[in-house]
């Protein structure tokens, strides 16, 4: 007779051998993968001579990629999304330039082409390489990948090996650079001044939801205390830094052979090399003594001659930017004319886009604003509308405006108009003598969720920052002690607002997605709007003259971001936008629609279907 240990150790054992099992498929698919995707045809062939402007002396712009997935999941973004912003640079007349096509630049005046672009990817993910090297070669583009050399030791399969690292710039479509030796963070402080010391990135991703944007990387500052008293002398801080740099150069060269030669510091636009005096100059002298070049800004792309080779900037597109939105920001940075994608130019046609920029994709209007102001588009021959229903997909981001204006004229001093815009739905009219709001409505308040104090969200804090030290603890003992801390802090009572506290009110993301149904029914004075199949609004307008449907898109103001990223274009996006007329007894007919019908219907539904399929598979196994 088998006992129940017995029994407990057999099915082990078994469950043991199917993990194993699982482990290694899932390495082999992996490593089938990484195989493919760098199994390249072509050579990169660096850019024509003839592309050189010798009377225009521009310099060049520079792209910087956190990573990229076949999903896209903020801050990575997709492989489609990518390639559409290389194929929008690409019909812009981009060519790609290399490190040493930068160095000739800035240290023996040599030229570069019109449109120059130095293309980058940060954090040294195999993902990234995976999903990009096929697009990259497509365009004949050269890209740099930067690492951090202490993962090359870990065991974790999302960061490219130097193995790997060889293959990749075997390709002749890749060159190597570096973020520093590792990912690492100091004088951290969450948003209630709570002082957490240092973490590891495994600890800030925890904690991350809770921090605010008092945090250094470990490079930029003297470590401090909780009172900003450094806690370490010169001497302790020098040493930690030169230990740092001199590890970083160990492991290039036992790795793959060399020092990258390309650097970015994190994090960037301190002014200098780091946000202290003393700890700069420590970092400068390493700088330049291991590198050719330093991205030591963030925010803007363009690169000339007044800029020093050890101080360059970079842009970097977020995952959410549709192709528009990216030569928006290139366009006001270079200074030049940019043409911008229009999609499908028989939709495109049907409008008037007044500001800004649209592109019409499969059931969707991307609508992207001017920096700090607006997009606007008018549909065309639509002055007579009076009496319709208006159903919309947004699917832009929280932050920034989408609206819809009815029975308006071209001048926008009269209409009726809804919007979403930071989370917050508008009802308004304008008769002529300013624009009056019939309803404003929080969404988060419509949606019912659960409103905390800021003695709730702080007490939520507090236990998440104590379960991450406890799962990231040195030694059982220590875990065991967080972990008791947490329970107790999660069992303590925090004042509510009903106690009188006062309301927590959560910042609004930069990146955090949006998506509201919204439907409009306007008949002579009376207007309804439904919002996710819900009453928004139910009441009456003053003004029943006919007049036109437009759209707008707005910035949103400077968002939140633990990064700081400063953004100024908004994309509104208006998907499966369809307008029909409400006569008074026959049926409705359709005055404009971006839903597509039959076969095309039918295979785009086929298409996302199959993708989706797919996604679920990359993302779960």
């Known amino acids: 007779m088998i006992s129940a240990d017995e029994e407990y150790t057999a099915k082990k054992n078994r469950n043991k051998k199917k993990r194993v099992i699982l482990q290694m498929a899932i390495l082999v698919v992996i490593a089938t ?115 951090y050399p202490e993962n090359f030791a870990k065991r974790d399969t999302k960061f490219l090996k130097p193995r790997e690292l060889k293959s990749l710039v075997d390709t002749s479509f890749w060159e190597l650079g570096t973020n520093g030796y590792r990912l690492s963070f100091i004088n951290v402080f969450d948003r209630y001044n709570n002082y957490l010391g240092e973490l590891t990135p495994l600890e800030y991703a925890m904690i991350s939801p809770y921090l605010g944007r008092r945090y250094n990387h470990y490079l930029m500052d003297y470590i401090r205390d909780e009172h900003g008293v450094p806690k370490e002398s ?33 994090h960037a636009n301190t002014g200098s090399f780091g946000n202290n005096d003393r700890v700069s100059a420590v970092n400068e002298k390493w700088i330049k003594e291991l590198f050719g070049m330093n991205f030591n800004r963030e925010g803007y792309a363009l690169n000339d001659r007044k800029s020093s080779i050890y101080d360059l900037t970079r842009m970097q597109p977020q995952a959410y930017w549709y192709p528009n939105h990216l030569l928006m920001r290139i366009k006001y940075d270079i200074n030049e004319d940019i043409v911008f994608n229009r999609g499908d130019e028989g939709r495109y046609s049907l409008w008037n886009v007044e500001e800004g920029a649209a592109e019409f994709q499969p059931e969707k209007i991307i609508l992207t604003s001017l920096p700090e102001k607006r997009g606007q588009m008018y549909l065309k021959n639509s002055e007579e ?47 002529g003598s300013g624009a009056k709001d019939l309803l404003t409505l929080n969404l988060d308040r419509f949606d019912g969720k659960t409103q905390l104090s800021v ?37 303590a009572a925090a004042a509510t607002i009903e106690q009188g506290e006062k309301e927590y009110i959560p910042n609004i993301s930069v990146h955090e997605k949006g998506k509201r149904l919204v439907t409009i029914e306007l008949k002579d004075n009376n207007l309804q709007v439904i919002i996710d199949g819900r009453e928004a609004f139910s009441g009456t307008v003053t003004d029943i003259a006919a007049g036109s449907v437009a759209l707008e898109s707005a910035w949103g103001g400077y968002g939140w971001s633990q990064r700081n990223l400063a953004d100024d274009v908004y994309d509104g996006v208006f998907e499966r936008l369809v307008i029909k007329e409400i006569p008074s007894e026959s049926q409705e007919k359709i005055l404009y629609s971006d839903k597509l019908s039959g076969f095309e219907a039918f295979r785009y539904q086929v298409k996302k279907t199959w993708n989706s399929v797919i996604n679920w598979f990359i993302v779960h196994l």
């Open 234 to 266: 010169y001497e302790m801080m020098k040493a930690r830094l030169d230990y740092d740099y001199q590890k970083l150069s160990d492991d290039y060269r036992e790795g793959i052979g060399s020092v990258p030669q390309l650097y970015v510091l994190m």
């Open 385 to 431: 509308f009076k009496n319709i229903n208006v159903s919309v997909l947004l699917t832009g981001n929280k932050l920034g405006a989408q609206k819809i204006y009815l029975r308006a004229d071209q001048k926008l001093s009269r209409f009726i108009s809804v919007s979403i815009t930071n989370n917050v739905v508008y009802v308004s009219e304008n008769t």
């Open 455 to 491: 003695a709730e969200d702080k007490q939520k804090a507090e236990v998440r920052e104590l379960e991450a030290f406890a799962k990231y603890a040195d030694s059982t003992e220590m875990a065991k002690q967080y972990f008791a801390q947490s329970k107790e802090k999660e069992a």
């Open 33 to 147: 993968v990484f195989y493919l995707a760098l199994f390249t045809v072509g050579k990169y062939k660096p850019y024509e001579p003839t592309a050189i402007n010798m009377a225009q002396d521009k310099g060049f712009i520079a792209l910087s990629y956190f990573g990229v997935d076949r999903v896209g999941q903020q801050p990575l973004i997709s492989e489609d999304r990518l390639a559409e912003h290389l194929a929008a640079l690409r019909k812009q007349g981009y060519v790609t330039i290399t490190q040493k096509d930068i160095k000739d630049f800035y240290e023996a005046g040599k030229p570069l082409p019109a449109r120059a672009l130095f293309l980058m990817f940060e954090d040294g993910r195999r993902d990234t390489a995976i999903f990009s090297t096929s697009q990259i070669e497509k365009y004949n583009y050269k890209a740099t990948m930067a690492t």
